[in-house]
């Protein structure tokens, strides 16, 4: 395999294209994983124009979506581009699936996805990542959605903007897409291995969810969904703790393992709040905090899963899928966190990534197994490539 990594910060679309692609075509790609910020809107169109005529071809696999920022090798930038390119030789088979309908029905829309995608790689130990419309699709459902169609492990996030929480988008070779989910499968020889990690604390009382819609939470407890947040945290919610207080989200029938659910927007006339990705009726939940230390914990945490001498191969590229609410906690650009990864990795290898509206993977357990896969948020996801 081999993997070769790309960024741009111009912020002339066409001439973005014309490095990245300059920068990509010594390996003749099969597939570019492709992650941007929303900069280069109102579309993208010139800078695709740009790749594909510098690589000479447009039978590449292109996949990937917007985010708030971009991570790569040699930086974190809050505006820019970044790219991964990925040659197996042809021992990996890559395909993909798309299907818009998420904002109607995230759990319809993945569903459908997956079995597109189970159609061209039924193998249950395949590649598989997941990208979603972050302001249109319900994480929770996406994830439950695919899962009830694919058995094996797979990872991903949802899209993201530069915090306005109102469009995102997923690219699939050259076309942006809206109210999307997809999925890119390798079936072949590719080693890989993923594993996610927050930093989170729960604190203060429990609270039960007792009316809610979709990813809307209306009560809390008798109480509204803010006012109960309100008095965990000692303070109203307000918009500068949008994606960054979580709710934990305890599994059924367990004290101790939950998922993390961000606000996404505040309603005031009702006191509502609508999170990334649904909760059900009847779920325990409790108010989340984390210092600056605790949310670099989580890196350690989820690259201790990840140890060279359980993978069963040597790590040869990284993708990462961090929640903004990461980056805006830590008040950076993501730099910290790369550099944790690669002091934990213990070297450099090419890399990318995207500060996302939410994150998708399972745990990685001590014998290489895995949980069942999750949507969560303010939660750092990292995808280890041999």
């Given at each position: 395999?081999?993997?070769?990594?790309?960024?741009?910060?111009?912020?002339?679309?066409?001439?973005?294209?014309?490095?990245?692609?300059?920068?990509?075509?010594?390996?003749?790609?099969?597939?570019?994983?492709?992650?941007?910020?929303?900069?280069?809107?109102?579309?993208?169109?010139?800078?695709?124009?740009?790749?594909?005529?510098?690589?000479?071809?447009?039978?590449?696999?292109?996949?990937?979506?917007?985010?708030?920022?971009?991570?790569?090798?040699?930086?974190?930038?809050?505006?820019?581009?970044?790219?991964?390119?990925?040659?197996?030789?042809?021992?990996?088979?890559?395909?993909?699936?798309?299907?818009?309908?998420?904002?109607?029905?995230?759990?319809?829309?993945?569903?459908?996805?997956?079995?597109?995608?189970?159609?061209?790689?039924?193998?249950?130990?395949?590649?598989?990542?997941?990208?979603?419309?972050?302001?249109?699709?319900?994480?929770?459902?996406?994830?439950?959605?695919?899962?009830?169609?694919?058995?094996?492990?797979?990872?991903?996030?949802?899209?993201?903007?530069?915090?306005?929480?109102?469009?995102?988008?997923?690219?699939l070779n050259g076309t942006e897409y809206e109210d999307a989910v997809a999925i890119l499968t390798g079936c072949g020889d590719i080693a890989f291995a993923f594993n996610g990690s927050s930093g989170w604390t729960p604190m203060g009382h429990e609270g039960v969810v007792e009316d809610n819609q979709g990813c809307e939470i209306r009560t809390i407890s008798g109480q509204t969904a803010q006012g109960f947040m309100a008095g965990e945290l000692g303070?109203?919610?307000?918009?500068?703790?949008?994606?960054?207080?979580?709710?934990?989200?305890?599994?059924?029938?367990?004290?101790?393992?939950?998922?993390?659910?961000?606000?996404?927007?505040?309603?005031?006339?009702?006191?509502?709040?609508?999170?990334?990705?649904?909760?059900?009726?009847?779920?325990?939940?409790?108010?989340?905090?984390?210092?600056?230390?605790?949310?670099?914990?989580?890196?350690?945490?989820?690259?201790?899963?990840?140890?060279?001498?359980?993978?069963?191969?040597?790590?040869?590229?990284?993708?990462?899928?961090?929640?903004?609410?990461?980056?805006?906690?830590?008040?950076?650009?993501?730099?910290?966190?790369?550099?944790?990864?690669?002091?934990?990795?213990?070297?450099?290898?090419?890399?990318?990534?995207?500060?996302?509206?939410?994150?998708?993977?399972?745990?990685?357990?001590?014998?290489?197994?895995?949980?069942?896969?999750?949507?969560?948020?303010?939660?750092?996801?990292?995808?280890?490539?041999?």
């Amino acid at each position: 395999m081999r993997y070769v990594s790309a960024k741009s910060i111009l912020t002339d679309p066409y001439r973005a294209g014309l490095e990245i692609g300059t920068a990509l075509v010594p390996i003749s790609p099969e597939v570019i994983l492709l992650f941007a910020s929303t900069s280069y809107e109102p579309d993208f169109s010139d800078f695709f124009e740009a790749l594909y005529d510098t690589l000479g071809t447009d039978s590449v696999i292109v996949f990937g979506g917007t985010g708030d920022g971009i991570y790569e090798t040699s930086s974190a930038e809050n505006y820019g581009v970044s790219a991964l390119g990925i040659s197996s030789d042809g021992r990996v088979s890559w395909s993909t699936a798309i299907e818009q309908g998420v904002q109607a029905d995230s759990f319809a829309a993945a569903g459908a996805c997956a079995r597109k995608a189970l159609a061209s790689c039924p193998a249950s130990s395949a590649f598989r990542m997941v990208l979603a419309d972050g302001a249109k699709a319900d994480g929770h459902a996406i994830v439950g959605g695919i899962a009830a169609e694919i058995p094996g492990p797979f990872f991903g996030g949802l899209t993201a903007d530069d915090r306005k929480f109102t469009s995102s988008k997923v690219f699939l070779n050259g076309t942006e897409y809206e109210d999307a989910v997809a999925i890119l499968t390798g079936c072949g020889d590719i080693a890989f291995a993923f594993n996610g990690s927050s930093g989170w604390t729960p604190m203060g009382h429990e609270g039960v969810v007792e009316d809610n819609q979709g990813c809307e939470i209306r009560t809390i407890s008798g109480q509204t969904a803010q006012g109960f947040m309100a008095g965990e945290l000692g303070k109203p919610l307000g918009e500068a703790d949008l994606a960054i207080v979580p709710l934990a989200a305890y599994q059924a029938g367990s004290s101790e393992h939950f998922f993390l659910r961000t606000t996404s927007h505040l309603h005031p006339d009702s006191g509502a709040i609508t999170t990334f990705g649904s909760v059900e009726k009847g779920t325990v939940v409790r108010v989340c905090s984390a210092s600056r230390e605790d949310v670099m914990r989580g890196v350690t945490d989820a690259m201790q899963g990840l140890t060279l001498d359980f993978l069963g191969f040597t790590p040869s590229a990284a993708i990462v899928i961090s929640c903004a609410g990461r980056k805006w906690l830590l008040a950076d650009r993501g730099e910290k966190e790369i550099s944790a990864l690669f002091e934990h990795l213990g070297y450099s290898v090419p890399l990318i990534g995207f500060p996302s509206f939410g994150e998708v993977s399972p745990f990685r357990l001590g014998d290489g197994t895995y949980t069942g896969v999750n949507f969560h948020n303010v939660t750092f996801v990292v995808c280890l490539l041999g």
